[in-house]
């Protein structure tokens, strides 16, 4: 125990200076200051001395962190007594000021058995408490040795200093308290450990591979109560003595929708910036992430709530955000060097932003030094509990002779105590947390009297009834607590497990926190500054949220909701999933839609799976709304919109049933703006995966509606997507017609109108230069170049990639240009910036792009590096899931390469089959030049069967459904000159070369104006 000794400073002057009667005032006004002080440690206050005050910490009851406690209300008596000092000083024109001592020492059990006070032989500690007091320095806390050696490495402390004490001959050390250093808490009082030896060397064994370089994760696994977070303290001190850091983040029942909010915390704990401003924290942040480039700290600040609000944050893709998150994460993880262990408690109510998050995280795991403990109950079958290469601890009940270890701890050897300890034992059934409460029960109901660990019974055990279960202990023993204290409790349950009294003070409760620390249902956690409390265990929290009336939680819910508004107003987009929870839970649904609707918003270009959640549940809440009035029909409608519009981008394969919904209740609502809107959803799904010929259906289905609402801006923006499709598909005369509209909205304005991609006119452009060129009119290559010109200006991603790819892609392909210096350049810097946006699909699209370009060039490198890169995006598509409808093009392009290495057997059937595909798909914009690859495949080749295959191919090709299509004459005309030629017809070669060269010339399609040069 400690013992603190608190005087002031020449008080015989001041009383002969205010007088004896307001001096007592002053004192009163300072010992209440004091005494709540104490009580706010955890020490107990003792006999005051005239002016002067004592108190002990760690007797009557045990606390490990004595000395520290002590500490800490010392400091914090002087922080008091400066603010009463000023008051004193304008008041009385005196100068307040006090002199504070500790001494530590042992207590001998039984020496204070006697009742709070009775320490009398306890004595000699207060004496040294007091002498160390009259050498401190007027303001000062000074320390014996024996306190100073137990903080050491906690607390500043002064030289070692050796000073003489009054009446004493010898001189003793002492060493002034300067301060503490940030503090990770202190720890609770707990009962001793019994059993989990196994678990605990199994865990340690862990430990020891970790500081070897080879981490692991643990799942820790049990239901409530058995000892799971008891386990994983018992680990954190094992760590901690030796030297190893602990951070850990707890999920609440509360916030389990709360996308981030796991993986912030975390993230928050091991970067050291808990508590910190915004500004001291970056700088901490940027510190230990020196390395990232600069885009990455802004993300990294965003994610960690410590982002600079002058700052825009990053215009990026959400996937590519969570991407760049998750590899900053880890690659930051497998830089480290220093072990340390993670915990993530209660992973059950985790987020699900959150735990794909971690997910990724675990796995780099193994090459770090980083022990990682997951817990968890039974019930949760989520990724954190599949971890592959994670072990498993299943906490079991403790065994018959634990728990009576266990119990008998509790309640100490009286003899008396004997049959309850029995009853106990045989109640709590192997769970811990149970026998604890019931004995906690049994003091509160004053069955058991005396102190923990040393109780006697005044009843028998077949007297005394216990709770059936663990939560009716807990429920009965907040059912007895004052109302005052009951209520806070209430509050706290509503806010989040880990409180301060702030926020209670915001909800207009009076929070009455010494009674629920010494009832152990709450510990304080956080001592400087403003003080933090935590559930003593999260079964509290779910009983005390339980046990109140739903209306008054509803109540407090919504003053939670505006508590934060309040606090938090300039980062409301950042709560709007928290304060939409807590709308949602005081039966607020008007008000919690619309915040849920907002946070989806927000969310939407940060983390699509994170926006989707929150859109699930403002649908939910939408939907549980009475009535069927117009507006409901319209909230009903909103996230469902959301949702479908996005399914696609999260591959969801539940999509169908909600489409059909949204079909239904746009009918009813007369609403064709948000059907079509949502179309997008299955349309760009389809697309993706290759389904062309639905992606078709759906693309007209929604072009006709945006006709029908004949909102040409409407039409410009949102129809970009179906129009692609179109362009695949070889409707080129649709695409002709909306491209002309979309050029006449836009009006020459590049800038306007960005719902889906930066410059609606350049993509416009880009395809009516594709149609143009389709038909033989002319003009395609001035909207070519004005398209270029316009998306280069743009410098937004998307629309880049978007341009680039119809002009050259498509370009090149039907031999309308060549893959000249200026192809490449072009696409070259369109990377370029691709890759600074971290717009994923914006690179993979270019990249895709790029090694096509390459691949129609001259020379051996530029083909070499088209061959990697399209071997390489192949994979890309594949593994992502997206532009699957490209493959057999690449798998033509592809093919070639094969056979033009010599390999013709091999490429041949490979060409053949994408060719057949692209029938089969109705990919017509695709079908004509892969159709010319295969034939000058075939030819290359050269048996009579190749080229009877290429006279079916080429009659094939000229009754394809190409209408009107020159591409589709020219490539014709190609392909019977070279088959002429292969056949031996020589005159037949020369008219079919000349009418080719004769349509290329005026065409001016420079690509097969090189191609028929080529042609001897
Ligand atoms: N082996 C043990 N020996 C002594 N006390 C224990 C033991 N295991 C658990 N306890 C005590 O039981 C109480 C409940 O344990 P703990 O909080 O670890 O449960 P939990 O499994 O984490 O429950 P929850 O799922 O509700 O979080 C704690 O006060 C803890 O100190
Ligand atoms: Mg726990």
């Given amino acids: 125990m400690t013992v603190l000794f608190a005087d002031v400073v020449h008080s015989m002057d001041i009383a002969r200076l205010v007088g004896a009667e307001r001096l007592r005032e002053i004192m009163a006004q300072l010992v209440k200051c004091v005494n709540s002080v104490i009580q706010r440690y955890g020490g107990t206050v003792g006999s005051f001395t005239g002016d002067g005050v004592m108190a002990i910490f760690g007797a009557p009851t045990a606390l490990e962190d004595h000395a520290i406690r002590a500490c800490l209300a010392a400091l914090a008596i002087q922080e008091e007594a400066k603010q009463l000092a000023v008051e004193v000083q304008t008041r009385d024109d005196v100068e307040l000021l006090l002199r504070v001592g500790l001494n530590s020492g042992q207590v001998i059990a039984g020496e204070i058995a006697s009742g709070p006070f009775g320490y009398t032989t306890i004595g000699e500690h207060v004496g040294m408490a007091q002498r160390m007091e009259s050498v401190a320095p007027p ?39 300067l301060g503490m250093n940030q503090h990770r808490g202190v720890k609770r009082a707990e009962s001793n450990l019994v059993g989990r030896r196994w678990e605990i ?73 808990e508590g910190l401003e915004s500004e001291a924290a970056r700088a901490i942040a940027r510190n230990q992430f020196s390395d990232a480039e600069a885009e990455d700290s802004l993300l990294f600040e965003d994610l960690l709530g410590i982002g600079d609000p002058s700052a825009s944050a990053p215009r990026i893709d959400p996937d590519a955000r969570r991407r760049r998150l998750t590899a900053m994460v880890n690659a930051a993880s497998l830089a480290t060097e220093t072990t340390a262990v993670y915990v993530v408690e209660d992973a059950h109510w985790i987020d699900e932003v ?62 008396s105590v004997v049959g309850l300890g029995q009853m106990i034992a045989d109640r709590a059934s192997g769970t811990p947390f149970f026998a604890e409460e019931i004995v906690r029960d049994l003091a509160d109901r004053g069955v058991l009297q005396g102190n923990p660990g040393a109780y006697m019974s005044t009843a028998e055990a077949a007297e005394v009834s216990v709770p059936p279960t663990l939560q009716a202990t807990i429920a009965a023993r907040i059912d007895r607590l004052d109302p005052k ?188 703006t948000s059907f079509a809107i949502a179309i997008g959803g299955p349309m760009a799904g389809h697309a993706q995966r290759g389904e062309v010929r639905d992606s078709r259906r759906l693309a007209s289905e929604q072009m006709a509606l945006f006709e029908s609402i004949g909102d040409p801006s409407l039409t410009a923006q949102a129809g970009i997507l179906a129009i692609g499709i179109k362009a695949q598909t070889g409707d080129l005369d649709e695409v002709l017609r909306w491209a002309q509209a979309t050029t006449d909205w836009a009006d020459g304005d590049p800038a306007k109108g960005n719902l889906v991609v930066g410059s609606p006119l350049a993509v416009a452009l880009s395809l009516r230069g594709l149609a143009r060129s389709w038909f033989g009119r002319s003009g395609w290559r001035e909207d070519f170049d004005q398209a270029v010109a316009f998306a280069e200006r743009s410098a937004d991603p998307l629309t880049l990639a978007v341009t680039v790819s119809w002009v050259y892609g498509m370009g090149t392909w039907n031999g309308v240009l060549r893959a000249d210096d200026a192809a490449v350049g072009t696409t070259e810097s369109a990377l370029q910036t691709a890759e600074a946006s971290g717009d994923n699909y914006a690179v993979v699209m270019v990249k895709w792009l ?25 994979d890309t598509f594949i593994q992502q899931r997206i532009l ?64 009877e295959e290429a006279e079916a191919v080429i009659s094939r090709l000229e009754a394809a459904p190409a209408e009107a299509s020159v591409i589709r004459d020219i490539w014709v005309l190609r392909l019977r000159a070279l088959l002429a030629r292969a056949n031996g017809d020589k005159s037949g070669y020369l008219d079919c070369r000349g009418r080719y060269r004769a349509l290329a010339t005026s065409l001016g399609f420079e690509g097969h104006v090189a191609w028929v040069e080529a042609m001897p």
């Avoid at 790029?850 to 192949?874: A, P």
Wanted: glycine content about 8%; hydrophobic content about 45%.
């Fill in 850 to 874: 790029l090694g096509c370009v390459l691949l129609l060039r001259d020379s051996e490198g530029d083909q070499h590096r088209g061959l990697e890169l399209l071997t390489q995006i192949r």
């Fill in 884 to 947: 699957l409808a490209e493959i057999p093009v690449l798998d033509v392009y592809l093919g070639r390469e094969q056979a033009r290495g010599g390999d013709r057997d091999g490429g041949i059937p490979v060409i053949r089959r994408s060719v057949d595909d692209m029938s089969t798909r109705g990919q017509v914009g695709y079908y004509i030049a892969a159709t010319g690859v295969l034939v000058e495949t075939l030819l290359s080749r050269g048996a009579a069967v190749d080229l």
């Fill in 485 to 672: 204290a009951k209520r806070t409790l209430s509050a706290a349950a509503v806010v989040r497990s880990r409180f301060g009294s702030d926020l209670l003070d915001a909800l207009g409760v009076d929070p009455v926190v010494a009674d629920l620390l010494a009832a152990q249902l709450i510990d304080q956690v956080r001592f400087t500054g403003q003080p933090e409390y935590v559930f003593h265990n999260p079964l509290i929290r779910t009983v005390a949220y339980e046990a109140q009336l739903k209306s008054d939680r509803a109540e407090l819910h919504r003053r939670v909701a505006a508590a934060i508004e309040r606090q938090t107003a300039r980062s409301l987009d950042e709560n709007a999933a928290l304060i939409a929870e807590h709308l949602e839970a005081a039966g607020d649904l008007h008000a919690a839609f619309d915040w849920h609707m907002r946070a989806g918003a927000w969310s939407n270009n940060r983390d699509i799976t994170a926006a989707r959640v929150s859109w699930e549940r403002s649908r939910r809440v939408a939907d549980a709304l009475p009535g069927e009035g117009p507006d409901r029909i319209a909230m009903r409608i909103a996230p469902r919109t959301a949702l479908c519009a996005t399914d696609w981008r999260v591959h969801a394969d539940d999509s169908g049933v909600r489409f059909e919904e949204l079909r239904e209740l746009c009918a009813l609502a007369g609403d064709k």
């Fill in 139 to 177: 303001g000062g806390v000074m320390l014996s040795a024996s306190t100073a050696r137990l903080v050491d490495g906690v607390a500043a402390l002064g030289e070692p200093e050796v000073v003489r004490i009054k009446g004493s001959e010898e001189p003793v050390p002492a060493r002034q308290l």
């Fill in 354 to 415: 959150s735990e794909s998050m971690l997910t990724d995280f675990l796995t780099v795991v193994p090459q770090t030094p980083l022990l990682t403990l997951v817990t968890y109950r039974p019930e949760y079958r989520g990724a954190l509990a599949q971890v592959p290469g994670a072990k498993t601890i299943a906490l079991a009940p403790l065994s018959d002779s634990e728990t009576a270890a266990l119990v008998s701890g509790l309640l100490g050897p009286d003899p």
């Fill in 201 to 273: 060397s199994a865990v340690a064994g862990l430990l020891d591979r970790a500081v070897d370089g080879h981490g692991g994760v643990v799942g820790v696994v049990g239901p409530p109560g058995i000892g799971k977070s008891r386990l994983v303290r018992e680990v954190a001190a094992m760590a901690a003595q030796r030297g190893v850091e602990v951070f850990t983040a707890f999920c609440e029942s509360h916030t389990s929708q709360v996308p981030f909010q796991v993986v912030t915390r975390l993230m928050r704990a091991a970067t050291g910036v």
